[in-house]
C-alpha cells in the first residue's frame, strides 16, 4: 500500500513539475542575449592565436623572415576581414578575448623592436640587454 | 526501494516522450514554455533514473533472490563491493547505468547553457531525451528488463563470474561508459546545428570540452581495460583483439579523428561535411560498442543459446539514426561548403587529413575482422576467426604512420611549409631517430616493426621536448620571466596546443611500451617446493626464480553457507642478477557456486620490465607445480604513458582564464535582452 501511495505521489510530482510552464506560461529563454557567438568574432580569434603563435615561431627561430612576412601578411588580413564581418552584424567593437590577443600581440612585436633581437646576429636577447649576449653587438637601436 | 526504482522506470519512459516531442515542437514553432518543459524532462529523467539504480542496487544489497536480474549475477557470499557493481555486471544493469549516465550529462549539458547557446537548446534536449526514451523503451519491452522476476524466491543467487571479481571491474566499465554517454552531448549539438541550420564553428566551440572530456574517458577506460586484462586473464597480454575490446577502441579511434578534424574547420573553415560525419560516426559507434558488449552478437557464433533481440533492436536503431543524420546532412549541404583549399601537400592541413584517413583506416579495418566472423557465417554457413595475426598485419603499419605524423602535425606550418621550415624543424628529430635505430641496430635488435617504432618514438619525444623547450625559453626572453613561470604561462596561453603535445608524447610511450612486445621471454617449467628456474630477459637481466611452497584456503567462511572461492596459493621468492627484488603469490581459485575457476597471476614490476609468473597446475597432494613464467620488456611504459596522456587531456579540459562565468552572462543578459517572439499560442 504504501509503495503504491509513494508512486503515486511521485509520478504526481513529476507530472506538475513537467506541465507546469504549460499551464503557468513560464517560458525559457529562445535566443541568447549578449552572449550570441560570432563566426567572425570566432574566426579572428584563431587568427590572431595564430598571428601570436607566429610571433613566437619567429623568436625561437622555427620561422625564417621570409616566411614569417609571408604569414603575417596573410593572418593579419584574415583578422581585418572578420573585424569587417563583426562591425556590420552587431556594430560592436572586437570582444574581450580579441583584445587580449591583439594586446599581446603588440607587446610582443615591441619587445623584439626594442632591440632584444640583434640587428647583426638576430639572437634574441633578454628583455632590457644593453648588448647582444652571442656577438656582443650593442642593442637598443630601432629594427 | 526496489519497487519504487521498478516504478520509476515505468515513469520514466512516457515523460521521457513528451520531453522530446515538446522540446523538438517548441523550438520549432518558438514556444518557451514548451522548451522549458522539455529541459525540466531532462531532469527528472535523471532522478527517476537514479531511482531506478538505487533500486537495484537495494535488491542486490537485500539479496533478493526473486529477481532474475540478481540472481544471475550476485549470491550471499559476494562482498557487498562486487554487489553495489551488479548494476552494470550484466546486460540489464548496465544498460540501466548506461541511460543513466545519459541523463546525468544530459542534465549538466542543459544546466550549462540554461542562458547560452538557445537556439540550439531545445533540439540538443529533444535529441537527448529521444535517445533516452530509445533506451527505456529497450529496457521495459525488449525482455531485459532488470526488475523482471522469477515467480519464486531462490534461496541464493548463482554468483558473479569470477572474472568480474576483480577491483578493476568497478573502475573499468564505468570510465568506459562514461566516455560512450558523454559523447551524446556533441552529437546531440551537432543534430541542433544541422536542424537550426547553424553551421558555423559555433557547435564545435561549444561542445569541444565535451569532446575532451569523452575522449579523456574512453582513453583511461580503454587502458583499464588493458590493465584489468593483463592481471585477471592471466594469459600475459593487455591486449588480444577481442570483440569486447575492439568494440571499445571504434568510437575512440573516430573520436581522435574528430578531435583533430575540428581544428581543420576552427582554423581553416574546411571539412565541414566530414566533422559532422565523424560525431555522427563516433555516436553509432559508442552505441555499437555497448550492444555489442553487452547483446552477445559476436558471443553467439560460440553459443546457440543467445537471445538476440537486443542485437537487432540496437542494429535498427543505428541505421535509423544514419538515415535520419545523412538526410539532415545533404539537405545542408549548401551550407557546409568548404570556405579555403588546401594550399599544399607539405602542410599541417594535410597532415591532419592523413591522420584522418589514417585513423578512418584501421576503423574500418578493426571493424572488419570484428565482424568477419559474423559475416562467413552468413554467406558461408561456418564461422572463421581472423584473429590477431590479421589485426597486428594491418593496424600496425598504419599505427607506425600514425606515429610519425603526431610528431610532423605538430611542427609542420600551417598553409604551405617552406623547405627552410622543414630543414629547421626536422634536422634533430630525424637525427635523434636515426640515431636511436643506429644505437639499437649496433645493439643487435633486428625486429623491424620494433626497430620502426622506437626510431619514431623518439622522434616525437624529441619534437615535444623541444617545442616545450624553445617555447618556454622565447617566452622567458621576451617576457622576462624565469623558467618556470615562463613554462606556466606558455601553458596556459595555448593549453588545448601544449596539453595535445603532452598527449603525444604519453601515446609514443604507449607505443614505445607496445613494441616491447617483441622481446617477449618465456618459460614454462615443472617445479616441487625449493626447486628454482631462471628466465632470460630481452634487457639482459637474469631472473630466478625459487618456489618455496604450496598453501590451500578456504577465506571468507560464511555461516550458514559454503566459500566464495577456494584458493591455491603458491609462494615464490624472485630475484633479478641475484638480488632479491620480492615474493610472488601466484593464485588458482575455484568458485564452488558457479564452478568456475580463475587464475590470478603474480607480477613484479620494475621500471623496464615485468616479471609475470602465470600458475598452470598446482596439485595439492605432492605440491607440485607448473608455472609460465614471462619477461615481458617496456610493458610498465604503457601504463606510464597512459597516465601521461591522462595529464595532458586534464591540461586542455582546463578551462581557461576568462570564459564568461554563468553570472556574468547573466548580467549581461539583463543590460541587453532581446525580446522572445510571441509563441504560437499567443
Not at chain 1, 593579419?76 to 590577443?101: C, F, I, Q, V, Y
Not at chain 2, 522469477?150 to 568506459?176: A, E, K
Not at chain 2, 538476440?308 to 540496437?314: E, G, H, K, R
Request: hydrophobic share 50%; net charge neutral; with cysteine.
Amino acid at each position: 500500500m504504501s509503495v503504491l501511495v509513494g508512486g503515486v505521489l511521485l509520478g504526481a510530482g513529476v507530472l506538475l513539475f513537467v506541465l507546469e510552464p504549460v499551464f503557468s506560461g513560464k517560458s525559457a529563454p529562445m535566443y541568447d542575449g549578449d552572449d550570441v557567438f560570432d563566426e567572425g568574432a570566432a574566426r579572428r580569434r584563431v587568427a590572431l592565436t595564430a598571428l601570436r603563435d607566429l610571433e613566437y615561431d619567429r623568436a625561437t627561430g622555427k620561422l625564417d623572415e621570409d616566411d614569417y612576412g609571408q604569414l603575417r601578411t596573410e593572418l593579419s588580413r584574415e583578422a581585418l576581414e572578420h573585424l569587417g564581418e563583426e562591425g556590420e552584424g552587431g556594430g560592436r567593437g572586437p570582444d574581450r578575448a580579441s583584445r587580449e590577443l591583439e594586446e599581446e600581440i603588440a607587446a610582443l612585436r615591441r619587445a623584439i623592436r626594442e632591440g632584444m633581437q640583434c640587428g647583426v646576429c638576430e639572437h634574441l636577447n633578454r628583455l632590457g640587454a644593453r648588448f647582444c649576449s652571442r656577438c656582443g653587438e650593442g642593442l637598443g637601436g630601432g629594427e | 526501494m526496489t519497487i519504487l526504482g521498478e516504478i520509476a522506470l515505468w515513469i520514466a519512459l512516457p515523460v521521457a516522450l513528451w520531453g522530446t516531442v515538446v522540446s523538438f515542437a517548441g523550438g520549432r514553432i518558438g514556444r518557451g514554455d514548451l522548451v522549458l518543459s522539455g529541459e525540466r524532462t531532462v531532469h527528472v529523467v535523471t532522478l527517476l533514473l537514479v531511482l531506478v539504480s538505487a533500486g537495484i542496487i537495494a535488491a542486490f544489497l537485500g539479496d533478493r533472490y526473486e529477481y532474475y536480474y540478481v540472481v544471475n549475477y550476485s549470491n550471499r557470499e559476494l562482498d557487498t563491493f562486487f554487489k553495489v557493481a551488479g548494476l552494470w555486471a550484466g546486460q540489464r544493469g548496465s544498460l540501466v547505468f548506461w541511460t543513466l549516465l545519459l541523463s546525468v550529462f544530459s542534465s549538466i549539458a542543459v544546466f550549462l547553457n540554461r542562458r547560452r547557446n538557445r537556439e540550439f537548446m531545445p533540439y540538443v534536449s529533444g535529441t537527448l531525451l529521444g535517445i533516452l526514451s530509445f533506451l527505456l523503451i529497450v529496457l521495459l519491452f525488449a525482455e531485459v528488463n532488470p526488475f523482471e522476476r522469477l515467480g519464486f524466491t531462490r534461496f541464493n543467487g548463482l554468483g558473479l563470474n569470477p572474472q568480474l571479481q576483480n577491483y578493476w571491474m568497478t573502475i573499468h566499465p564505468p570510465t568506459l561508459y562514461l566516455g560512450f554517454t558523454a559523447f551524446a552531448v556533441p552529437f546531440a549539438f551537432a543534430v541542433a546545428a544541422l536542424l537550426t541550420g547553424r553551421l558555423d564553428s559555433r557547435w564545435i566551440a561549444v561542445t569541444r570540452r565535451w569532446i575532451l572530456l569523452s575522449w579523456f574517458f574512453l582513453t583511461l577506460g580503454i587502458i583499464f581495460g588493458m590493465r584489468w586484462a593483463y592481471e585477471e586473464l592471466g594469459w600475459g597480454g593487455y591486449w588480444f583483439w577481442d570483440p569486447v575490446e575492439n568494440a571499445s577502441l571504434l568510437p575512440w579511434l573516430t573520436a581522435t579523428a574528430f578531435l583533430h578534424s575540428i581544428q581543420i574547420q576552427e582554423n581553416r573553415g574546411m571539412l565541414k561535411v566530414w566533422n559532422m560525419v565523424l560525431v555522427v560516426l563516433t555516436f553509432l559507434l559508442t552505441i555499437f560498442a555497448t550492444f555489442l558488449t553487452r547483446s552477445g552478437l559476436i558471443e553467439s557464433v560460440h553459443s546457440f543459446a543467445e537471445n538476440l533481440t537486443i542485437a537487432y533492436i540496437f542494429l535498427g536503431f543505428m541505421g535509423g539514426m544514419a538515415i535520419l543524420a545523412a538526410i539532415l546532412i545533404i539537405h545542408r549541404l549548401p551550407s557546409l561548403r568548404p570556405e579555403n583549399q588546401i594550399q599544399s601537400f607539405l602542410s599541417r592541413e594535410s597532415a591532419f587529413l592523413f591522420n584522418n584517413l589514417l585513423f578512418i583506416g584501421v576503423t574500418f579495418a578493426v571493424i572488419w575482422g570484428t565482424l568477419f566472423p559474423l559475416i562467413t557465417e552468413g554467406f558461408f554457413g561456418e564461422t572463421r576467426n581472423v584473429g590477431p595475426p590479421y589485426f597486428n598485419r594491418v593496424n600496425i603499419p598504419l599505427g607506425l604512420m600514425l606515429l610519425a605524423l603526431m610528431g610532423i602535425g605538430p611542427v609542420i606550418a600551417w598553409r604551405r611549409a617552406s623547405k627552410r621550415n622543414l630543414r629547421k624543424n626536422f634536422t634533430l628529430p630525424v637525427a635523434m631517430g636515426a640515431a636511436t635505430l643506429a644505437v639499437l641496430l649496433a645493439t643487435g635488435v633486428r625486429h623491424g616493426m620494433a626497430l620502426a617504432t622506437f626510431a619514431l618514438s623518439a622522434f616525437v619525444m624529441t619534437i615535444v621536448v623541444t617545442e616545450f623547450w624553445k617555447g618556454t625559453k622565447a617566452r622567458a626572453r621576451i617576457a622576462g620571466e624565469g623558467i618556470v613561470s615562463a613554462f606556466r604561462g606558455l601553458v596556459k596561453r595555448n593549453r588545448r596546443r601544449w596539453g595535445g603535445y603532452i598527449v603525444h608524447a604519453g601515446v609514443a610511450l604507449v607505443f614505445t611500451g607496445l613494441a616491447g612486445a617483441a622481446f617477449d621471454a618465456r618459460v614454462e617449467q615443472e617445479m616441487v617446493p625449493g626447486e628454482a628456474m631462471t628466465v632470460r630477459s630481452a634487457l639482459g637481466s637474469e631472473y630466478r626464480l625459487v618456489y618455496e611452497s604450496l598453501s590451500h584456503t578456504r577465506p571468507r567462511v560464511a555461516e550458514d553457507v559454503q566459500e566464495n572461492d577456494w584458493r591455491w596459493t603458491a609462494l615464490l621468492t624472485a630475484y633479478r642478477d641475484g638480488e632479491r627484488i620480492g615474493v610472488l603469490r601466484p593464485e588458482k581459485r575455484f568458485y564452488p557456486v558457479m564452478e568456475q575457476t580463475s587464475t590470478e597471476v603474480g607480477i613484479s614490476s620494475s621500471a623496464l620490465e615485468d616479471l609475470y609468473v602465470i600458475p598452470k597446475d598446482l596439485e595439492t597432494g605432492t605440491d607440485r607445480a607448473t608455472f609460465e613464467v614471462k619477461v615481458l620488456p617496456l610493458v610498465p611504459w604503457i601504463w606510464y604513458g597512459g597516465l601521461i596522456v591522462a595529464i595532458g587531456t586534464l591540461v586542455g579540459l582546463w578551462p581557461p582564464r576568462g570564459v564568461p562565468v554563468p553570472s556574468a552572462a547573466r548580467e549581461r543578459e539583463r543590460a541587453v535582452r532581446k525580446p522572445v517572439p510571441a509563441g504560437a499560442a499567443g
